[in-house]
C-alpha cells in the first residue's frame, strides 16, 4: 500500500513539474525563443537527479549571443508515440545542444 502512494505522489510530482512548460502539442511543431535563465530556472527543479544532470550540463554549453529555443513537436507526433518537448541551443546557424523534456 505504501508504494502506490509514494508511486503516485511521484507522478503528481512529476506532472506539476511538467506544466511549467509553455509549449503543448498542437497541429503544427511549434518552436519559441527563450532565454538560458528560464531553462535554467525550469530545469533545476526538476525531481529526476539524472535528468538535472543534464540539464546542468546544457546551461554549462550556453555561449552569449546562442539562439535558445523552447520545441514541442505536433499532436499527431505525441499521438504516434514519437513526441518531443525540449530546448535547443544553436550557435553561428547550428545546433549544438538540446536538453529533451518529455517524450513518449
Known amino acids: 500500500m505504501r508504494k502506490k502512494k509514494l508511486k ?3 507522478a503528481a510530482e512529476l506532472k506539476a513539474y ?3 512548460f ?3 502539442p498542437g497541429k ?3 518552436t519559441r525563443v ?3 535563465n528560464e531553462v535554467e530556472a ?3 527543479g526538476s525531481p529526476s537527479p539524472v535528468f538535472r544532470e543534464h540539464a546542468e550540463a ?3 554549453e550556453y555561449r552569449e549571443g546562442d539562439l535558445v529555443e523552447e520545441y514541442c513537436s505536433s499532436k499527431h507526433s505525441w499521438n504516434e508515440g514519437m513526441g518531443k518537448r525540449g530546448y535547443r541551443l544553436s550557435r553561428d546557424g547550428q545546433q549544438i545542444a538540446f536538453l529533451m ?3 513518449n
Open 101 to 103: 523534456t518529455a517524450m
Open 34 to 36: 527563450c532565454s538560458i
Open 8 to 10: 503516485k505522489a511521484r
Open 22 to 24: 509553455k509549449l503543448l
Open 42 to 44: 525550469k530545469v533545476t
Open 18 to 20: 511538467l506544466e511549467q
Open 28 to 30: 503544427t511543431d511549434q
Open 58 to 60: 546544457f546551461v554549462a
